[in-house]
């Protein structure tokens, strides 16, 4: 199953949903240039959140501790951040 872009702020997933939380303040204050996303599960658990990783020059995924996951929610993990990732740099040019 594809991901669903459903608006600006909610993408889901199979068995997991991304909520895009914005520009937060980054470890300085400011804000951030990019969007942090949180990883929800059913009932709104939180496994994680995806953030610009500026060394590797893409969004990354910085799971919670003590939190499993299997194949189908990798998968949608990982198309959410090739998706973001791509969105991002064609923004730029």
């Known amino acids: 199953m594809p991901l669903e872009f459903i608006d600006e702020i909610w993408t889901k997933g199979k068995f997991i949903h991304f909520r895009n939380l914005g520009k937060l303040n980054g ?48 998968d949608d993990i990982s198309d959410f951040l090739v998706h973001e990732t791509l969105a991002h740099k064609e923004a730029k040019t």
């Open 27 to 74: 470890s300085r204050g400011t804000p951030r240039v990019t969007n942090t996303y949180e990883v929800l599960a059913e009932g709104d658990v939180k496994l994680g959140e995806i953030r610009w990783f500026a060394r590797w020059r893409k969004y990354c995924f910085f799971p919670e501790t003590e939190t499993v996951y299997e194949e189908t929610c990798l």
